[in-house]
């Protein structure tokens, strides 16, 4: 299927300067991934199905699985390019993920946790930014706890605050409201809309929930079958529908 | 009742020295081989498997002997090592040499379970935050395994102080050399009136066991603690 692109708002998409680009190839199995695509900062929603290959996609993305073919772009860096045998891995790519099931370290208290991707990845210390973090998720309760202790939404906004404290240049967030239930994601939802205004990092948003969707991005992806079914703005969602 | 001879202290403060460094010093060779089993595919692992498992099903006199052949004086290693001024043959290094090799197995086997029970996508999430491969693995894999490790620990230690077949073979049984606690008890046995000295070893042998397994307890216990607790 051709992306459409006759929508208004991925028109105006082309004038800016392309911050991410993908356009990468894997084959897992039986199953075939190729997707292209390019996002100008801000949220962009992977929406789709599940099973579709979002989850494939965004871990190329963040490096932890290797594209077959193809290329991958953050800005002015070549994260991977299948041409020139570039691959630059997970650890200095500097992208924050946050995962369906937060993957807290749990022997670590998440005052650790929250510290591990500064420390990691060199960083100084930056207390103000961690208070202005710690804040903005209302984590600062739970700082001397371990992830045993927290609920599944607490769990979440802690894993937020890690992947935002390492400074990333590029956010990634895989279904993480999915493994909460109705009223928990309610919880979250004001805390991303926040970190969408506030932190001004550009997110990928993966989810096939059209409603969180909806709440937090300004462009959609929509991904089936492994592919890139159309870009575009919100009414995207509407067409999924129908 | 525990009135022991200079001759007996000599033989207990030998074997925990022997077994203190056989575990300590087969640790990181311990920690290497359980990862690589635990988390590679590469060719010869079957092999590596079943070798590093070998003394575990060898009699013990077969080790021992396997031992002198290799680390001898003049053995196809033994040789070479005597050279640089390194020698196994009846000395205690060479009684610690064949009960790290005689625990290893044990040591190998609790660290690999542990390895492989630890949730790999925590690696990758510690990777997404900047950790390359060996510091995830500081970090993460091995503070996560330290049960294991310490359970793999305590049984190499209990293997080692209790070994006798590798190194009666390999380094024979030298009073104040190679005599550990269960050679000075298997020849108190063997001469007249010696029971009373076997038992008071004995005894020895029993606290030490108790506690070790004890302080394993205590140790696994506290490294659970750091997971569930808060």
């Given at each position: 299927?051709?992306?459409?692109?006759?929508?208004?708002?991925?028109?105006?998409?082309?004038?800016?300067?392309?911050?991410?680009?993908?356009?990468?190839?894997?084959?897992?199995?039986?199953?075939?991934?190729?997707?292209?695509?390019?996002?100008?900062?801000?949220?962009?929603?992977?929406?789709?199905?599940?099973?579709?290959?979002?989850?494939?996609?965004?871990?190329?993305?963040?490096?932890?699985?290797?594209?077959?073919?193809?290329?991958?772009?953050?800005?002015?860096?070549?994260?991977?390019?299948?041409?020139?045998?570039?691959?630059?891995?997970?650890?200095?790519?500097?992208?924050?993920?946050?995962?369906?099931?937060?993957?807290?370290?749990?022997?670590?208290?998440?005052?650790?946790?929250?510290?591990?991707?500064?420390?990691?990845?060199?960083?100084?210390?930056?207390?103000?930014?961690?208070?202005?973090?710690?804040?903005?998720?209302?984590?600062?309760?739970?700082?001397?706890?371990?992830?045993?202790?927290?609920?599944?939404?607490?769990?979440?906004?802690?894993?937020?605050?890690?992947?935002?404290?390492?400074?990333?240049?590029?956010?990634?967030?895989?279904?993480?409201?999915?493994?909460?239930?109705?009223?928990?994601?309610?919880?979250?939802?004001p805390y991303l809309a926040?970190?969408?205004?506030?932190?001004?990092?550009?997110?990928?948003?993966?989810?096939?929930?059209?409603?969180e969707i909806q709440r937090?991005?300004?462009?959609?992806?929509?991904?089936?079958?492994?592919?890139?079914?159309?870009?575009?703005?919100?009414?995207?969602?509407?067409?999924?529908?129908? | 009742?525990?009135?022991?001879?200079?001759?007996?202290?000599?033989?207990?403060?030998?074997?925990?020295?022997?077994?203190?460094?056989?575990?300590?010093?087969?640790?990181?060779?311990?920690?290497?081989?359980?990862?690589?089993?635990?988390?590679?595919?590469?060719?010869?692992?079957?092999?590596?498997?079943?070798?590093?498992?070998?003394?575990?099903?060898?009699?013990?006199?077969?080790?021992?002997?396997?031992?002198?052949?290799?680390?001898?004086?003049?053995?196809?290693?033994?040789?070479?090592?005597?050279?640089?001024?390194?020698?196994?043959?009846?000395?205690?290094?060479?009684?610690?040499?064949?009960?790290?090799?005689?625990?290893?197995?044990?040591?190998?086997?609790?660290?690999?379970?542990?390895?492989?029970?630890?949730?790999?996508?925590?690696?990758?999430?510690?990777?997404?935050?900047?950790?390359?491969?060996?510091?995830?693995?500081?970090?993460?894999?091995?503070?996560?395994?330290?049960?294991?490790?310490?359970?793999?620990?305590?049984?190499?230690?209990?293997?080692?102080?209790?070994?006798?077949?590798?190194?009666?073979?390999?380094?024979?049984?030298?009073?104040?050399?190679?005599?550990?606690?269960?050679?000075?008890?298997?020849?108190?046995?063997?001469?007249?009136?010696?029971?009373?000295?076997?038992?008071?070893?004995?005894?020895?042998?029993?606290?030490?066991?108790?506690?070790?397994?004890?302080?394993?307890?205590?140790?696994?216990?506290?490294?659970?603690?750091?997971?569930?607790?808060?």
């Amino acid at each position: 299927m051709i992306p459409k692109s006759g929508d208004r708002f991925s028109d105006k998409i082309m004038l800016q300067k392309s911050m991410l680009l993908v356009d990468v190839e894997k084959r897992l199995g039986e199953f075939q991934v190729a997707a292209k695509f390019e996002t100008a900062g801000g949220a962009t929603a992977l929406f789709g199905p599940s099973g579709a290959g979002k989850t494939s996609i965004v871990s190329m993305i963040g490096g932890l699985l290797t594209p077959d073919r193809g290329r991958i772009a953050l800005d002015d860096t070549v994260l991977f390019d299948s041409a020139t045998r570039t691959d630059v891995p997970a650890h200095r790519r500097r992208i924050g993920t946050v995962f369906q099931e937060g993957r807290l370290f749990p022997h670590m208290t998440v005052a650790r946790n929250l510290d591990y991707g500064r420390w990691m990845s060199g960083l100084a210390a930056d207390p103000a930014e961690q208070d202005r973090i710690v804040d903005l998720l209302d984590i600062g309760a739970l700082l001397e706890r371990r992830p045993g202790r927290l609920s599944g939404g607490e769990r979440q906004r802690v894993a937020i605050g890690r992947a935002l404290l390492m400074k990333p240049r590029l956010l990634l967030l895989d279904e993480p409201l999915a493994s909460l239930d109705r009223a928990r994601k309610q919880e979250i939802l004001p805390y991303l809309a926040r970190l969408r205004d506030d932190a001004k990092v550009p997110m990928i948003y993966v989810s096939h929930q059209a409603g969180e969707i909806q709440r937090l991005c300004s462009q959609v992806v929509r991904i089936e079958d492994g592919q890139v079914a159309a870009t575009g703005g919100l009414k995207l969602l509407d067409e999924a529908r129908s | 009742m525990l009135n022991l001879t200079p001759d007996e202290w000599t033989a207990v403060e030998l074997s925990l020295r022997i077994a203190v460094v056989a575990t300590v010093v087969s640790l990181p060779f311990g920690i290497a081989i359980a990862w690589l089993l635990a988390r590679k595919d590469f060719w010869g692992k079957a092999l590596l498997d079943g070798v590093v498992h070998l003394p575990l099903v060898l009699p013990p006199v077969v080790t021992g002997y396997l031992l002198l052949i290799t680390f001898g004086r003049k053995g196809l290693v033994g040789a070479f090592l005597a050279d640089l001024g390194i020698v196994f043959s009846f000395r205690w290094t060479g009684a610690a040499l064949a009960c790290g090799v005689m625990a290893f197995p044990l040591l190998v086997r609790a660290i690999r379970l542990s390895f492989e029970a630890i949730d790999r996508r925590l690696e990758d999430a510690a990777s997404t935050l900047g950790a390359s491969g060996p510091w995830a693995f500081l970090t993460v894999t091995l503070p996560l395994a330290l049960p294991g490790v310490i359970a793999g620990m305590v049984l190499a230690f209990a293997k080692a102080l209790g070994e006798f077949g590798a190194t009666i073979t390999f380094v024979s049984n030298i009073p104040g050399e190679t005599q550990t606690l269960s050679a000075a008890i298997y020849t108190f046995t063997q001469i007249p009136n010696g029971d009373a000295a076997a038992m008071r070893l004995v005894i020895i042998a029993i606290v030490i066991a108790l506690a070790a397994l004890v302080a394993s307890e205590w140790f696994a216990r506290r490294a659970g603690m750091r997971y569930h607790g808060d």
